[in-house]
Nanobody, 121 residues
Framework: QVELVESGGGLVQAGGSLRLSCTAS????????MAWYRQAPGLQRELIAQ???????YYVDSVKGRFTIAKGDAQNTVYLQMNSLTPEDTAVYVC???????????????WGRGTLVTVSS
């Protein structure tokens, strides 16, 4: 089994910054990718940033130039640095990881519980 635990959410004023972290633990052979999603009230869950095991990254247009996703030294941790935050960034931010538990496992997506980011105007 795999568990993802996020931290770093909170209340920040517009223009401020936060750094979110997510750590995966459990039966892990290969982490194919890790990603951050967010869900605002009344809206669909949205993929905002992803990083693959090779280091390739993806960002949704609305956060390009403001958010940066990066892996930690242990390779089981991912960070999301969020700068120039606006009230539109207010959401629950959720960590996702595509993880293989062994050589015969083709991968399973796991989800964290989420961390709330609130940006005041």
């Amino acid at each position: 089994q795999v568990e993802l635990v996020e931290s770093g959410g909170g209340l920040v004023q517009a223009g401020g910054s936060l750094r979110l972290s997510c750590t995966a633990s459990g039966t892990i052979w290969v982490i194919e990718s890790m990603a951050w999603y967010r869900q605002a009230p009344g809206l669909q869950r949205e993929l905002i940033a992803q990083i693959t095991k090779s280091g390739g990254t993806y960002y949704v247009d609305s956060v390009k130039g403001r958010f940066t996703i990066a892996k930690g030294d242990a390779q089981n941790t991912v960070y999301l640095q969020m700068n120039s935050l606006t009230p539109e960034d207010t959401a629950v931010y959720v960590c996702n990881a595509d993880i293989r538990g062994g050589i015969l496992d083709y991968g399973t997506h796991y989800w964290g519980r989420g961390t709330l980011v609130t940006v005041s105007s």
